[in-house]
């Protein structure tokens, strides 16, 4: 009789274990999916909507489209008299590889072969082009150290910058990444100004000087205000 009575309970027990299974698998595959895409547009974007840049005014600033390698960005447009400057940031999480993201993601394509990379110590390196009567700089604002164009030049400050002691408890907890693959990728751009006393060439370099001295304080207050990992 306790035989019988242990039996029925056991066999009880494991009806309701195998009810309980079916209900949640059930309830499982009737709820919604939530995409990637879907997921990332759910969280607020990490870019403040304006940015004061000394000797500009700004104008106005609009969210970019997101895609796999960059969940944010934000265009920024400013105003110096009649010359008009637009800035795009994306919130990469890639391998820094600045010729490429001109390629896939702007209008520039495959001008970027004619891209100077420049460096300013304190800073770190950039690159300038023109294309089709505009000027454009562009480069990554590194987490950690100077700023990066080339994909070598971002790998090398990883390994300088992120594999330091005080980055280990971090990466232990789970709240950063012990290689730190973030980029404030910037994509900069104004157009050229020609008159009859100066000609393309100056017109053009007299263009990229004020893309760099906007660039130094741009990345300068990125570094000090760089969104946590997202």
Same mark, same amino acid.
């Given at each position: 009789? *306790?035989? #019988?009575?242990?039996?029925?309970?056991?066999?009880?027990?494991?009806? &309701?274990?195998?009810? $309980? /299974?079916?209900? &949640? /698998?059930? +309830?499982?595959?009737?709820?919604?999916?939530?995409?990637?895409?879907?997921?990332?547009?759910?969280?607020?974007?990490? #870019?403040?909507?304006?940015?004061?840049?000394? @000797?500009?005014?700004?104008?106005?600033?609009?969210?970019? +489209?997101?895609?796999?390698?960059?969940?944010?960005?934000? =265009?920024?447009?400013? =105003?110096?008299?009649?010359?008009?400057? @637009?800035?795009? #940031?994306?919130?990469?999480?890639? @391998? $820094?590889?600045?010729?490429?993201?001109?390629? &896939?993601?702007?209008?520039?394509?495959?001008?970027?072969?004619?891209?100077?990379?420049?460096?300013?110590? $304190?800073? !770190?390196?950039?690159?300038?082009?023109? *294309?089709?009567?505009?000027?454009?700089?562009?480069?990554? &604002?590194?987490?950690? !150290?100077?700023?990066?164009? %080339?994909?070598?030049?971002?790998?090398?400050?990883?390994?300088?910058?992120?594999? =330091?002691?005080?980055?280990?408890?971090?990466?232990?907890?789970? +709240?950063?990444?012990?290689?730190?693959?973030?980029?404030?990728?910037?994509?900069?751009?104004?157009?050229? +100004?020609?008159?009859?006393?100066?000609?393309?060439?100056?017109?053009?370099?007299?263009?990229?000087? %004020?893309?760099? %001295?906007?660039?130094?304080?741009?990345?300068?207050?990125?570094?000090?205000?760089?969104?946590?990992?997202?």
């Amino acid at each position: 009789m *306790h035989k #019988l009575t242990w039996q029925s309970v056991r066999l009880s027990l494991l009806a &309701v274990t195998f009810l $309980g /299974t079916v209900l &949640v /698998t059930a +309830k499982l595959a009737a709820a919604p999916k939530e995409s990637k895409d879907q997921a990332v547009t759910q969280k607020p974007n990490p #870019l403040p909507e304006t940015v004061s840049m000394q @000797d500009w005014q700004f104008v106005n600033s609009t969210p970019t +489209k997101p895609h796999e390698e960059a969940p944010f960005g934000r =265009q920024y447009r400013y =105003q110096q008299g009649d010359r008009p400057l @637009d800035v795009e #940031l994306q919130y990469m999480t890639s @391998d $820094g590889n600045v010729s490429r993201y001109l390629f &896939v993601y702007t209008p520039v394509r495959t001008a970027n072969a004619a891209m100077k990379i420049r460096y300013k110590p $304190g800073v !770190g390196y950039y690159g300038v082009l023109s *294309h089709k009567g505009n000027a454009y700089l562009s480069a990554c &604002v590194n987490p950690r !150290g100077e700023s990066t164009v %080339t994909e070598q030049q971002f790998t090398q400050n990883r390994y300088t910058y992120d594999l =330091q002691a005080s980055r280990l408890l971090p990466w232990l907890l789970g +709240k950063e990444s012990l290689i730190d693959r973030r980029c404030l990728w910037t994509f900069m751009s104004t157009p050229v +100004k020609t008159n009859s006393n100066a000609g393309t060439a100056t017109a053009t370099e007299v263009a990229y000087k %004020t893309l760099e %001295t906007t660039w130094f304080s741009w990345n300068k207050w990125w570094q000090s205000n760089f969104p946590p990992p997202s």
